[in-house]
């Protein structure tokens, strides 16, 4: 087996560890994909609003935290 450097950091790392790795093809992977494109997606939400507030102050245009949001003024 050829392993690039990334995934021999990786076995190095890992053979300390006592773990089963046991994969499970096709449908039996569908609930752990999902969280982790749900994951993904919401790191994808937050990167778009901090870029949104960063334009926003930009324009000069008067912005005030609210706490869950901002509110403009």
């Known amino acids: 087996m050829d392993l690039n450097m990334r ?3 990786w076995m190095e790392y890992l053979k300390d560890f006592d773990f ?3 994969y499970h093809p096709g ?3 569908v609930v752990a994909d ?3 494109r749900k994951t ?3 790191s994808e939400l937050m990167m778009h ?3 949104l507030i960063e334009n926003f102050r930009n324009l000069n ?3 005030v935290d609210v706490g869950n949001g901002i509110v403009m003024n």
Do not use: E, G, P, V
């Open 7 to 9: 995934q021999r950091r």
């Open 49 to 51: 609003t901090c870029n």
């Open 27 to 29: 449908k039996a992977n």
């Open 61 to 63: 245009l008067n912005m």
């Open 20 to 22: 089963d790795l046991k």
């Open 40 to 42: 993904l997606h919401a």
């Open 34 to 36: 999902a969280l982790s």
